[in-house]
């Protein structure tokens, strides 16, 4: 694929991010409420959160595309918040395909650059160098309607590269497309966005792709930034309630503390963080995969399968408790025979720490299918 | 459709394979019927008069048989070339000042005010329902009251310059009025069509003003429906009768009719003239329409 001088390209890398106690209110929406959030110089940050949570509107300040009605958008230190859009220097790519319709794939990328009083020559070479950089050398003068949906996209971040941007700004470029395209055009995003060491800003309501591709992901609710981390530790240590219930699957198991931990079934589980105090009820935060089981086989069980849903290498066995308690387990799929609907089964959990929550605390998120 | 059920027997397949090709090619032989039906009705309907008109041009009523002196006789009529050239010159200056008042309006509209589309869709859809002998009576009115009443007034100045000189500007304004429906119409569903708001971002935040998105990005992607309203507008202009012949001007129409009235086979082929004229510039709009891509030199 791309074998151009990617120095050449001098994009951001570098340029910093900040949203400092942004409002943003549309009638009687607060679309964002005072958030604040840093993009770190080169990194890739994920915008996640449910519709309606503010993340494509915190985006579109930062193009230029709407203004704060309190607060700044700082880029390296430098207050944006009224600079127009075509005065920013960010490079966007849209969820729509955004392609003109009337130019080819080359004339598209070279489109910004002749907007910059770059000499013909040197315009249709950085366009070419960059559609070879997304791997599309063989389409120079296609036109948009000849294009597939990721053909098109691919452009489009071409498009938004040969300007070289002060900031990638991505606007859900994957959600239009499917899904084998989808991860494709993810991997090679992340790959040149590694490569070029731009600063990015992406948002997606797809916490897979947000988990998959960024640097740090923040969630975000209600025009608020919940919690800003990297994937691992956001998985791990979801900070709230609705961060542990947004970002993947989390079972949310009655236990009591004891002693030494929580108790969840017959083990005594070690707890991650604040510990409350012995003798309360909690709801231990336990993903899917932290659930163990094995088939009962003959002894009375801790719960009953009632369905289990085929995804690959592993399959998601629910289950229910005497007391109707539902709980989820992943078990590899080669053993997803053992747990037929109906089988009772034993359920133990990980020897590891846990997350715990009080009883009393209520969540308002929905949980999504499957991270 | 129960043949291709699990649960059909072969015998049941084997029955529906030997009828439905059977079936199948009858109802196709019905639609086929069907459709040349209407095509012929339709045919009949539109050709037929087309087919009479120019019948009757052709015919020789002294000596019999057929002549085409109406045709030859066309270009040399007194006052043909003053009234072809007169509305050619209401058509393109009708479709110059509808197309910069509706593009800009239409993109604005869409863009920045989209709560007003209702009232300047209704506006501008008014001269659908006012007939244009109305519209033309207001207007006479106000061209007879006007220089008395505002003697000395800068408006004074204006109805007599709009009503003098070799262009016919009163014309020209009327029949923006009067096209406004189909401007309005064309230019919307084109607009419609084309995300332009992802367009004008999009160009934006490359670094484009609004001046280079609006005739680098939006109006080339719009072409086809300015095309459409552009031609929308000229033909009703180029075959407009009744506004011009109140307010006693003599385009094209005009002097088909005046023709008429002395010779009918003259009138007639100056009638077919004017669609001939039509259908090119339908020709043309779609052969430029129809071109998927611009030129841009990058």
């Known amino acids: 694929m791309s074998s151009i001088a990617l120095e050449s390209l001098e994009t951001g890398a570098g340029t910093t991010v900040e949203f400092a106690d942004v409002h943003r209110v549309f009638g009687s929406t607060h679309a964002l409420d005072g958030l604040d959030l840093k993009v770190r110089p080169g990194e890739l940050l994920a915008l996640l959160g449910p519709s309606g949570c503010g993340k494509t509107t915190a985006l579109r300040l930062l193009a ?36 003109f319709p009337t130019m080819s794939a080359v004339d598209n990328v070279a489109f910004g650059l002749r907007l910059r009083g770059r000499g013909a020559g040197d315009r249709r070479k950085r366009a070419a160098e960059l559609l070879d950089l997304v791997g599309l050398s063989e389409h120079l003068k296609k036109f948009p309607h000849q294009m597939s949906g990721g053909q098109q996209q691919r452009v489009a971040l071409a498009r938004a590269l040969a300007i ?16 084998k395209v989808r991860a494709q055009l993810r991997d090679e995003i992340r790959r040149i966005q590694l490569e070029l060491g731009v600063t990015t800003v992406f948002v997606t309501h797809d916490q897979e792709e947000a988990l998959s591709m960024a640097d740090r992901v923040g969630v975000m609710r209600d025009g608020r930034l919940e919690q800003c981390a990297a994937p691992s530790e956001l998985y791990q240590r979801p900070e709230t309630p609705f961060v542990a219930e947004f970002v993947g699957t989390m079972n949310r198991l009655p236990g009591s503390m004891v002693p030494g931990g929580v ?51 592993v399959t998601r066995l629910r289950m229910t408790q005497p007391d109707g308690q539902e709980i989820l387990a992943d078990v590899g799929s080669h053993r997803a025979a053992d747990f037929p609907a109906g089988a009772q089964v034993l359920i133990s959990v990980l020897d590891r720490p846990v997350l715990v929550r009080p009883e009393s605390e209520s969540t308002a998120a929905t949980v999504p299918g499957r991270a | 459709m129960v043949a291709l059920t699990p649960t059909a027997g072969a015998g049941g397949l084997a029955a529906t394979q030997a009828g439905g090709p059977a079936t199948s090619s009858r109802r196709r032989r019905r639609t086929g019927i069907g459709r040349g039906l209407v095509l012929l009705i339709c045919g009949i309907y539109f050709i037929g008069p087309l087919v009479g008109a120019f019948w009757f041009s052709i015919q020789d009523k002294v000596h019999g048989g057929v002549q085409f002196s109406a045709y030859a006789h066309v270009f040399s009529a007194v006052g043909f070339s003053d009234a072809f050239m007169l509305s050619l010159k209401l058509g393109i200056g009708t479709v110059l000042i509808s197309l910069l008042l509706m593009v800009p309006t239409m993109l604005l ?12 869709e ?17 207007v006479g009115v106000v061209l007879a009251w006007g220089p008395n009443q505002l003697a000395g007034t800068p408006l004074q100045t204006f109805l007599n310059a709009i009503q003098s000189g070799k262009t016919p500007w009163v014309l020209i304004l009327e029949y923006v009025v009067l096209t406004l429906p189909f401007t309005y119409r064309s230019l919307d569903a084109g607009i419609r069509s084309v995300d332009i708001h992802t367009l004008t971002e999009a160009g934006l935040n490359l670094g484009a003003g609004w001046g280079t998105v609006t005739m680098r990005i939006l109006l080339p ?55 001939l004229i039509t259908w090119l510039l339908l020709l043309l709009i779609s052969l430029l329409g129809g071109r998927n891509s611009t030129k841009v030199d990058i």
């Open chain 1, 64 to 99: 230029g595309f709407d203004q704060p009605d309190a607060g700044s958008v700082l880029v390296d230190g430098e207050d944006v918040s009224r600079l127009p859009a075509n005065k920013r220097d960010m490079g966007m790519v849209f969820q729509s395909y955004s392609l």
């Open chain 1, 164 to 179: 070289s941007p002060r900031v990638l700004l991505l606007d859900e470029p994957l959600s239009a497309l499917d899904a």
């Open chain 1, 263 to 313: 108790r969840l079934f017959t083990q005594v589980v070690a707890v991650d963080g604040v510990v409350p105090p012995a003798g309360s009820d909690v709801r231990a935060l336990l993903r899917p995969e932290a659930v163990l089981v094995e088939p009962a086989d003959g002894q009375p069980g801790h719960a009953m399968v009632t369905t289990a849903t085929f995804f690959g290498a």
């Open chain 2, 109 to 120: 509209l869409h863009l920045r005010a989209p709560k007003f589309r209702p009232v300047v």
């Open chain 2, 122 to 138: 209704t506006l501008c859809l008014m001269p659908l329902v006012i007939p244009p002998v109305v519209l033309v009576a207001g």
């Open chain 2, 221 to 275: 992607s719009l072409r086809t429906s300015v095309l459409n309203a552009a031609f929308l507008s000229f033909a009703l202009v180029f075959g407009e009768y009744t506004v011009a012949s109140i307010l006693q001007y003599q385009p094209f129409a005009v002097f088909i009719v005046a023709a008429g009235q002395t010779e009918g086979q003259l009138s007639t082929s100056l009638s077919l003239l004017s669609l």
